[in-house]
């Protein structure tokens, strides 16, 4: 069955150093987009692409990075983790001109 | 820029009775949609029932329905018959055709279903 998976489910690190979090969707869907989830703001757009070599910011980009080689994975890379990015992490997808979004299962980071 | 706002951290509801979420959003976008996402312990967000806004007739999806009033800028969602696998976190979320296909999101309404 086609899905969209993320990995790690679950991060620890420190303070300065680089993750990357990967996501990945097998329905072949255009759009992809990564947010973050902390309590009391709901879900916030960090960055999101319309297709290969396509990349955009969103609300919440500082700090965050993403690249999109295939249509299949956009990883997100924190450059140096700060304690401010603890949060949950979920990538979605959805199909060119269509709007529901689909959503992967979750990452938990936490920045020591 | 698009705000959405649900103005009850938390609610509960008896099992069989019905609840009703409030959601409220403001825009200027006329060709928009509006969205109920559900987020069990599982993390996992689970769209429940979406509405289009040049649609009058509000959307219904079993027990699901909404209560949508586009000009007060109103979109509630109505459970009825309550089950305890209802209980959850409720999201209300916006997308704009023409700001790119991204949700925004309110900040969510905790659901606790008493037996």
């Known amino acids: 069955d086609a899905e969209i998976t993320q990995s790690p489910r679950h991060k620890i690190t420190e303070t300065g150093r680089q993750v990357t979090l990967a996501c990945h969707q097998t329905?072949?869907?255009?759009?992809m987009f990564w947010y973050r989830q902390d309590l009391g703001h709901g879900l916030r757009l960090i960055h999101y692409s319309y297709g290969v070599q396509d990349t955009n910011k969103g609300e919440v980009s500082d700090g965050y990075s993403v690249s999109r080689s295939n249509t299949e994975d956009l990883p997100l890379t924190l450059e140096s983790a700060a304690s401010s990015q603890t949060s949950v992490y979920f990538c979605a997808s959805s199909i060119r001109g269509r709007n529901e979004q689909f959503f992967g299962p979750g990452t938990r980071l936490t920045v020591l | 820029a698009q705000t959405v706002t649900q103005s009850q951290p938390e609610m509960s509801v008896q099992e069989a009775e019905t609840v009703t979420l409030s959601c409220t959003y403001d825009t200027s976008e006329s060709d928009y949609y509006l969205f109920w996402y559900k987020q069990p312990p599982s993390r996992q967000m689970i769209l429940v029932i979406r509405?289009?806004?040049?649609?009058?007739q509000n959307a219904t999806e079993n027990r699901f329905s909404v209560n949508f009033q586009k000009a007060a800028k109103s979109f509630s969602l109505k459970i009825s018959d309550s089950q305890l696998g209802d209980a959850a976190m409720y999201f209300c979320a916006f997308l704009s055709n023409n700001a790119g296909n991204m949700l925004t999101f309110g900040g969510g309404t905790r659901l606790m279903v008493k037996p």
């Open positions: 509405q289009e806004a040049y649609k009058q």
């Open positions: 329905w072949n869907h255009n759009n």
